[in-house]
């Protein structure tokens, strides 16, 4: 079952851009530092879902595009451990989709109806790597200005 996800990244760490213009539009989606991160890569995130790729730190923050998991989770060495240390950290391969037509703003998804629930905007929620329903992501891709029936 393909499920959808909310990746969050820095856009002056990595943008949509960034991942558009890596070889082949694929990167691995490194260095996440948190363990629910972590296990949601470990163990539920798989090769065809959905990513929905959110730029934070910025005004305003945003959801601008799509990206799909094109390798499941593995180690991630960027810790710098040596391969013969416990893997503690893992990585997924993301591939670039599109971009939104027009960004989503955190602002425009607080006053969207079918959003209520969304993770994102949970007070105190800052993991970097979120669920998205199946009708979250629909609403969210339609407010891109795309058809959800082309993505999802």
Known sequence: MVRTWLFKSEPYEFSIDDLKASP???SGWEGVRNYQARNL???????GDVVIF????????AAVGLAEVVREGYPDRTDGSSPEDPVRWIQVDVRYRTHFE?????DAMR???????LALLRRGNR???????PKEAKTIIRAGGLDPA???
């Open 24 to 26: 082949r539009g694929t």
């Open 41 to 47: 890569m470990r163990d539920e995130i798989g090769k």
């Open 54 to 61: 959110y730029h934070s730190s910025v005004r305003p923050p």
């Open 102 to 106: 027009e960004p989503v703003t955190i």
């Open 111 to 117: 006053e969207m109806k079918g959003l209520e629930e």
């Open 127 to 133: 993991l970097s790597i979120q669920p998205v329903t």
């Open 150 to 152: 082309r993505f999802l």
